[in-house]
Protein backbone atom coordinates (compact mmCIF):
# COMPACT_ATOMS: atom_id res chain seq x y z
CA UNK A 1 0.00 0.00 0.00
CA UNK A 2 1.27 3.31 -1.03
CA UNK A 3 1.80 5.12 2.37
CA UNK A 4 3.50 8.68 3.46
CA UNK A 5 4.69 9.31 6.92
CA UNK A 6 5.57 12.19 8.11
CA UNK A 7 7.98 13.78 10.91
CA UNK A 8 7.50 14.98 13.24
CA UNK A 9 4.30 16.21 14.07
CA UNK A 10 4.94 19.76 15.12
CA UNK A 11 8.40 21.56 15.49
CA UNK A 12 8.83 24.68 17.36
CA UNK A 13 11.84 27.05 16.08
CA UNK A 14 13.41 30.13 16.98
CA UNK A 15 14.12 32.66 14.50
CA UNK A 16 17.21 31.55 13.14
CA UNK A 17 17.92 28.34 14.53
CA UNK A 18 17.78 25.78 11.25
CA UNK A 19 16.37 22.41 11.04
CA UNK A 20 15.05 19.70 8.93
CA UNK A 21 11.46 17.93 7.91
CA UNK A 22 10.94 14.42 7.11
CA UNK A 23 8.75 12.81 4.45
CA UNK A 24 9.32 9.36 4.12
CA UNK A 25 7.52 7.21 1.98
CA UNK A 26 6.64 3.48 0.01
CA UNK A 27 4.94 3.65 -2.96
CA UNK A 28 4.83 1.56 -5.95
CA UNK A 29 7.38 3.24 -8.66
CA UNK A 30 7.37 6.76 -7.68
CA UNK A 31 6.33 9.29 -10.11
CA UNK A 32 6.95 12.66 -8.26
CA UNK A 33 7.33 13.93 -4.82
CA UNK A 34 5.57 17.13 -3.82
CA UNK A 35 6.07 19.66 -0.93
CA UNK A 36 3.32 21.95 -0.11
CA UNK A 37 3.18 24.44 2.29
CA UNK A 38 -0.12 25.31 4.34
CA UNK A 39 -1.30 28.38 5.97
CA UNK A 40 -4.61 27.83 8.80
CA UNK A 41 -7.52 28.33 6.72
CA UNK A 42 -6.04 28.29 3.31
CA UNK A 43 -5.77 25.71 0.50
CA UNK A 44 -1.67 24.37 0.06
CA UNK A 45 1.06 25.93 -1.97
CA UNK A 46 2.54 24.25 -4.22
CA UNK A 47 7.10 24.51 -3.09
CA UNK A 48 8.39 21.71 -4.94
CA UNK A 49 8.40 18.67 -7.08
CA UNK A 50 11.39 16.16 -7.00
CA UNK A 51 11.12 13.49 -9.71
CA UNK A 52 14.79 10.95 -8.99
CA UNK A 53 17.16 10.14 -6.08
CA UNK A 54 19.54 12.61 -5.67
CA UNK A 55 17.41 15.92 -6.92
CA UNK A 56 17.46 18.97 -4.72
CA UNK A 57 15.55 22.30 -4.79
CA UNK A 58 15.83 25.20 -3.12
CA UNK A 59 13.31 28.44 -3.18
CA UNK A 60 14.65 31.31 -0.31
CA UNK A 61 15.34 29.34 2.76
CA UNK A 62 14.29 26.51 1.85
CA UNK A 63 15.62 23.22 0.31
CA UNK A 64 14.68 19.91 -0.51
CA UNK A 65 16.25 17.01 -1.33
CA UNK A 66 15.04 13.16 -2.17
CA UNK A 67 16.80 9.89 -1.42
CA UNK A 68 15.03 6.41 -2.38
CA UNK A 69 12.85 6.60 0.76
CA UNK A 70 12.57 9.66 2.26
CA UNK A 71 12.61 13.20 1.70
CA UNK A 72 13.72 16.07 3.95
CA UNK A 73 12.95 20.05 3.72
CA UNK A 74 15.54 22.01 5.35
CA UNK A 75 14.51 25.16 6.76
CA UNK A 76 17.95 27.57 7.03
CA UNK A 77 17.74 30.38 9.19
CA UNK A 78 14.34 30.21 9.79
CA UNK A 79 11.35 33.67 10.28
CA UNK A 80 8.22 33.54 12.02
CA UNK A 81 6.89 33.73 8.43
CA UNK A 82 8.08 30.70 7.81
CA UNK A 83 5.37 29.05 10.22
CA UNK A 84 2.98 27.15 8.15
CA UNK A 85 1.81 23.27 8.24
CA UNK A 86 4.30 21.84 5.62
CA UNK A 87 2.72 18.85 3.51
CA UNK A 88 4.31 15.93 1.66
CA UNK A 89 2.67 14.13 -1.19
CA UNK A 90 3.53 11.64 -3.61
CA UNK A 91 2.19 10.37 -7.16
CA UNK A 92 2.41 6.69 -7.75
CA UNK A 93 2.88 5.29 -11.16
CA UNK A 94 -0.01 4.69 -13.08
CA UNK A 95 -1.75 6.79 -10.61
CA UNK A 96 -3.29 9.13 -13.26
CA UNK A 97 -1.83 12.20 -11.95
CA UNK A 98 -3.25 11.38 -7.84
CA UNK A 99 -1.53 11.99 -4.90
CA UNK A 100 -1.29 10.97 -1.59
CA UNK A 101 -0.50 12.91 1.19
CA UNK A 102 1.30 12.45 4.93
CA UNK A 103 -0.48 14.25 7.77
CA UNK A 104 1.75 17.46 7.69
CA UNK A 105 4.12 18.84 10.15
CA UNK A 106 3.30 22.03 12.28
CA UNK A 107 6.17 24.38 12.50
CA UNK A 108 6.28 27.51 14.58
CA UNK A 109 8.70 29.86 14.36
CA UNK A 110 9.38 32.47 17.53
CA UNK A 111 10.66 35.50 17.22
CA UNK B 1 -6.07 35.56 -12.53
CA UNK B 2 -8.19 34.04 -9.98
CA UNK B 3 -6.89 30.42 -10.12
CA UNK B 4 -9.07 27.71 -8.75
CA UNK B 5 -12.38 29.29 -6.80
CA UNK B 6 -14.68 27.48 -4.51
CA UNK B 7 -17.86 28.40 -3.08
CA UNK B 8 -18.93 28.30 -0.49
CA UNK B 9 -16.35 28.96 2.27
CA UNK B 10 -19.08 28.01 4.94
CA UNK B 11 -21.50 25.80 5.29
CA UNK B 12 -23.54 24.08 7.47
CA UNK B 13 -26.16 21.36 6.70
CA UNK B 14 -28.83 19.22 8.37
CA UNK B 15 -28.05 15.69 8.20
CA UNK B 16 -30.24 13.87 5.45
CA UNK B 17 -29.93 17.47 3.35
CA UNK B 18 -28.14 17.16 -0.06
CA UNK B 19 -26.15 20.46 -1.60
CA UNK B 20 -23.37 21.25 -4.36
CA UNK B 21 -19.76 22.37 -3.77
CA UNK B 22 -18.74 24.64 -6.33
CA UNK B 23 -14.89 24.98 -7.92
CA UNK B 24 -14.22 26.39 -10.92
CA UNK B 25 -10.81 26.82 -12.94
CA UNK B 26 -9.53 29.95 -15.13
CA UNK B 27 -6.12 28.44 -16.16
CA UNK B 28 -7.60 26.23 -18.45
CA UNK B 29 -6.18 22.64 -16.89
CA UNK B 30 -7.03 19.04 -17.86
CA UNK B 31 -7.20 17.71 -14.35
CA UNK B 32 -9.46 18.65 -11.50
CA UNK B 33 -9.70 16.69 -8.22
CA UNK B 34 -11.51 17.46 -4.70
CA UNK B 35 -9.86 16.29 -1.61
CA UNK B 36 -11.58 16.19 2.00
CA UNK B 37 -9.37 16.84 5.70
CA UNK B 38 -9.86 15.87 8.45
CA UNK B 39 -8.24 16.78 11.93
CA UNK B 40 -5.12 14.13 12.24
CA UNK B 41 -5.32 12.79 9.11
CA UNK B 42 -3.66 13.78 5.40
CA UNK B 43 -5.43 15.20 2.48
CA UNK B 44 -7.46 12.37 0.96
CA UNK B 45 -8.99 12.24 -2.30
CA UNK B 46 -13.10 11.68 -3.18
CA UNK B 47 -13.05 11.89 -7.20
CA UNK B 48 -11.10 13.19 -9.73
CA UNK B 49 -11.38 14.16 -13.68
CA UNK B 50 -8.87 14.08 -16.15
CA UNK B 51 -10.87 16.19 -18.88
CA UNK B 52 -14.57 17.41 -19.66
CA UNK B 53 -16.53 14.31 -19.40
CA UNK B 54 -14.17 12.32 -18.01
CA UNK B 55 -14.92 11.19 -13.99
CA UNK B 56 -13.44 8.79 -11.35
CA UNK B 57 -13.62 7.72 -7.77
CA UNK B 58 -10.45 8.05 -5.70
CA UNK B 59 -9.50 6.93 -2.18
CA UNK B 60 -13.34 7.83 -0.27
CA UNK B 61 -15.92 8.58 -2.86
CA UNK B 62 -18.92 6.89 -1.05
CA UNK B 63 -21.95 10.01 -0.75
CA UNK B 64 -20.25 12.16 -2.94
CA UNK B 65 -20.82 12.60 -6.90
CA UNK B 66 -19.06 14.53 -9.30
CA UNK B 67 -19.54 15.16 -13.26
CA UNK B 68 -16.81 17.19 -15.78
CA UNK B 69 -19.71 18.73 -18.37
CA UNK B 70 -17.00 22.22 -18.94
CA UNK B 71 -12.83 22.39 -18.78
CA UNK B 72 -13.45 25.23 -16.02
CA UNK B 73 -16.01 23.52 -14.17
CA UNK B 74 -16.32 20.66 -11.07
CA UNK B 75 -18.91 20.37 -9.03
CA UNK B 76 -18.66 17.96 -5.66
CA UNK B 77 -22.61 17.03 -4.50
CA UNK B 78 -23.39 15.79 -1.26
CA UNK B 79 -26.24 13.36 -1.96
CA UNK B 80 -27.47 12.99 1.82
CA UNK B 81 -25.73 14.79 4.21
CA UNK B 82 -24.09 12.75 7.16
CA UNK B 83 -22.38 14.05 10.38
CA UNK B 84 -19.06 11.73 9.01
CA UNK B 85 -19.11 14.01 6.10
CA UNK B 86 -18.10 17.44 8.05
CA UNK B 87 -14.78 18.42 7.01
CA UNK B 88 -12.91 21.04 5.23
CA UNK B 89 -13.04 20.19 1.50
CA UNK B 90 -10.24 21.27 -1.11
CA UNK B 91 -10.82 21.78 -5.03
CA UNK B 92 -7.03 21.68 -7.34
CA UNK B 93 -6.25 21.15 -10.83
CA UNK B 94 -3.03 21.07 -13.02
CA UNK B 95 -2.20 21.77 -16.25
CA UNK B 96 -1.97 17.38 -17.37
CA UNK B 97 -2.68 14.44 -14.66
CA UNK B 98 0.89 13.78 -14.11
CA UNK B 99 4.26 15.01 -13.00
CA UNK B 100 3.07 19.42 -12.41
CA UNK B 101 2.15 20.47 -9.42
CA UNK B 102 -1.40 21.42 -8.39
CA UNK B 103 -2.92 24.32 -7.76
CA UNK B 104 -5.66 24.27 -4.74
CA UNK B 105 -8.99 26.52 -4.03
CA UNK B 106 -9.07 27.85 -0.41
CA UNK B 107 -11.51 25.16 0.76
CA UNK B 108 -15.19 24.72 2.15
CA UNK B 109 -15.50 24.08 5.76
CA UNK B 110 -18.69 21.75 6.24
CA UNK B 111 -20.39 20.89 9.33
CA UNK B 112 -23.22 18.53 9.33
CA UNK B 113 -25.37 18.54 11.83
Known amino acids: EDQVTQSPEALRLQEGESSSLNCSYT??????LFWYRQDPGKGPEFLFT???AGEEKEKERLKATLTKKESFLHITAPKPEDSATYLCAVQAGGSQGNLIFGKGTKLSVKP | NAGVTQTPKFQVLKTGQSMTLQCAQD?????MSWYRQDPGMGLRLIHYSVGAGITDQGEVPNGYNVSRSTTEDFPLRLLSAAPSQTSVYFC????????????FGQGTRLTVV
Open chain 2, 92 to 103: ASSPTPGFTEAF
Open chain 1, 50 to 52: LYS
Open chain 2, 27 to 31: MNHEY
Open chain 1, 27 to 32: VSGLRG
